[in-house]
Structure formats: structure tokens, C-alpha cells
């Protein structure tokens, strides 16, 4: 590609002038009328649950909670039987 003469740089400069300008001043008649209405907020309401949802969800915490207690300790149980040579691979 050939290099841009002087008198090129100058036109593109005036075209993003021009650009700019436009785009920072849209017309007046462009611009859409915005009415604001104000609506009520509404409070969500409290989910009701029943007694049998809150001892399925008990009861499913604790059994992860053991489970994952266990995988803990396991891993910690191996930590240091391979440090001390307890476990010989």
C-alpha cells in the first residue's frame, strides 16, 4: 500500500471530525420522548416450606457433612502416612 499523502491525512482527519461531531450532537427530533412510570414496589413474598422440605434438607446436610469430614480426615491420614513411610509404594 502506498503511504498517504498529506492532503489524505487532512481529509481523514475532517471525516473524523465530522464523525464525531455528529455522533455527540443527534438531532433533537431523533430523540425518543421518555415518560417515567412510577410503579409500586412489591415486597416479595416469604416462601413457605414445608416441615418434610426442612428435614429432607437436614438431613441432607448432615450426610455431607460427614462425607466430606471423612474425605478430609482420610486425606490427612495419608498425608502423614507418607510422610513417616507408612504407606510403601
Given at each position: 500500500m502506498p503511504k498517504k499523502t498529506k492532503k489524505q491525512k487532512i481529509?481523514?482527519?475532517?471525516?473524523?471530525?465530522?464523525?464525531?461531531?455528529q455522533t455527540q450532537l443527534p438531532?433533537?427530533?431523533?430523540?425518543?420522548?421518555?415518560?417515567?412510570k412510577e410503579e409500586p414496589l412489591t415486597v416479595p413474598t416469604k416462601i413457605?416450606?414445608?416441615?418434610?422440605?426442612?428435614?429432607f434438607f437436614k438431613t441432607d446436610l448432615k450426610k455431607s457433612l460427614i462425607i466430606t469430614s471423612?474425605?478430609?480426615?482420610?486425606?490427612?491420614?495419608?498425608?502423614y502416612a507418607t510422610?513417616?513411610?507408612?504407606?510403601?509404594?
Open positions: 481529509i481523514t482527519e475532517y471525516r473524523k471530525k465530522i464523525r464525531m461531531l438531532n433533537q427530533n431523533d430523540k425518543p420522548q421518555i415518560t417515567a413457605d416450606q414445608t416441615p418434610a422440605e426442612l428435614t471423612a474425605i478430609i480426615t482420610l486425606e490427612i491420614i495419608f498425608y510422610i513417616y513411610n507408612y504407606l510403601r509404594f
